[in-house]
């Protein structure tokens, strides 16, 4: 069974400045999915952004970037240029890319709050 | 469009009482899940539908919970006799399709307080 693990229960940071939130997996699968996903006060579940495990290239999008190293099972999350609208909870997820009935499955971490100060 | 919408959006209810969640998916996604976020238990994932089947029923906490699909669109999220450690926000995700590249789009969940 996969697990995902995040060291971070909180973490803040000032507007405008730069934070990394840490995650780290558990698994024997060679190929697979990781995932970060926000959740703000609203509780609804955004995806931030994804990495495909044979992808050596690390996944960007806008201000959210990731650090992966496959080797460590390490899955980190790099938000730049932090905003007021950032503060949520992020969940770090891990998703097999095995087939079978649990194909689909997000596995996820138990997650760092991040507070955004202005 | 619309998302995934859920309701009630919240629930109190007496122990020993049965309760049922329902989930209303995107137009068009085929593939359907259902998680519980606890303060114990963190996020944990329940039961999936692709269609109207649910392959894989083993993330249900206990004979007391079960789920169907119907029409392969809205799911319902049944527990009978609940009890107190049922307490949680239960959310409800679809997706087009059942892959890793099929983003699962969340509802706002149900919160769930089981007096």
């Known amino acids: 069974a996969q697990t995902v693990t995040q060291s971070q229960p909180e973490m803040s940071v000032q507007e405008a400045e730069t934070v990394t939130l840490s995650c780290t997996y558990d698994t024997s699968e060679n190929n697979y999915y990781l995932f970060w996903y926000k959740q703000p006060p609203s509780r609804q579940m955004i995806l931030v952004i994804r990495?495909?495990?044979?992808?050596?290239q690390n996944a960007t999008e806008n201000r959210f970037s990731v650090n992966f190293q496959k080797a460590a099972k390490s899955f980190s999350l790099k938000i730049s240029d932090s905003q007021l609208g950032d503060t949520a909870m992020y969940f770090c997820?891990?998703?097999?890319?095995?087939?079978?009935?649990?194909?689909?499955?997000?596995?996820f971490g138990q997650g760092t709050i991040l507070t955004v100060h202005p | 469009g619309a998302g995934v919408s859920q309701s009630p959006s919240n629930k109190v209810t007496e122990k020993g009482k049965d309760v049922e969640l329902r989930c209303d998916p995107i137009?068009?996604?085929?593939?359907l899940y259902w998680y519980r976020q606890s303060l114990g238990q963190g996020l944990e994932f329940l039961i999936y539908f692709q269609g109207n089947s649910a392959p894989d029923k083993s993330g249900l906490p206990s004979d007391r919970f079960s789920a169907e699909r119907t029409g392969g669109s809205v799911s319902t999220l049944t527990i009978q006799r609940t009890q107190q450690e049922d307490s949680a926000v239960y959310l409800c995700?679809?997706?087009?399709?059942?892959?890793?590249?099929?983003?699962?789009?969340f509802g706002p969940g149900t919160r769930l307080t089981v007096l």
């Open positions: 997820a891990f998703m097999s890319s095995a087939g079978g009935t649990s194909y689909g499955k997000l596995t």
């Open positions: 990495q495909e495990a044979y992808k050596q």
């Open positions: 995700a679809s997706s087009l399709g059942q892959g890793a590249t099929d983003t699962q789009y």
């Open positions: 137009s068009g996604h085929t593939a």
